[in-house]
């Protein structure tokens, strides 16, 4: 019994050092409604739904972002979602770069997106048929498909 006290203590220690490892930032920067995505209110619907935590400066963080190795994994997710795609500042994009990510959420909302790591906690947000069909739709500009390369 005695070792089994002292291998919690040490994972309790192991634990309470991880909490002082730096991770990235928790920030949400000023959001100018200006430069937010445009889209249809059932587009714009889904988007916050299922995108935002991660494609915006609208981040809801939740309480495990703080905690170690949690926030490691959620914070480098937003920031890598936010470089990809940020749908706070879609009006600064121009128009090429808006067209090359309406090609990429139209691919990705079949194959990668949300992410599964996320909708483990986050189950509201994931997609259902309606719901790809009509970011679909919109991604490819009503037209329902969008020719993409393969390479």
């Given at each position: 019994m005695k070792g089994f006290y002292l291998y919690l203590g040490v994972l309790a220690a192991v634990f309470l050092i991880f909490q002082f490892?730096?991770?990235?930032?928790k920030v949400n920067p000023?959001?100018?409604?200006?430069?937010?995505?445009?889209?249809?209110?059932?587009?714009?619907?889904?988007?916050k739904r299922s995108c935002y935590d991660c494609h915006s400066y609208e981040t809801r963080w939740p309480w495990y972002a703080d905690v170690a190795p949690m926030k490691w994994i959620v914070r480098r997710?937003?920031?890598?979602?936010?470089k990809a795609l940020n749908f706070s500042i879609w009006q600064d994009y121009d128009e090429e770069k808006r067209e090359?990510?309406?090609?990429?959420?139209?691919?990705?909302?079949?194959?990668?997106?949300?992410?599964?790591?996320?909708?483990?906690?986050n189950p509201e947000a994931k997609l259902s048929e309606e719901d790809k069909k009509i970011i679909k739709n919109w991604a490819s500009d009503g037209k329902g498909y969008i020719k993409i390369d393969i390479r």
């Open positions: 490892i730096p991770s990235y930032e000023p959001v100018d409604k200006s430069k937010e995505i445009k889209a249809p209110t059932k587009v714009m619907d889904i988007l997710d937003v920031v890598q979602g936010r090359k990510l309406k090609k990429s959420i139209y691919r990705s909302v079949n194959l990668a997106m949300p992410l599964p790591q996320y909708l483990w906690l």
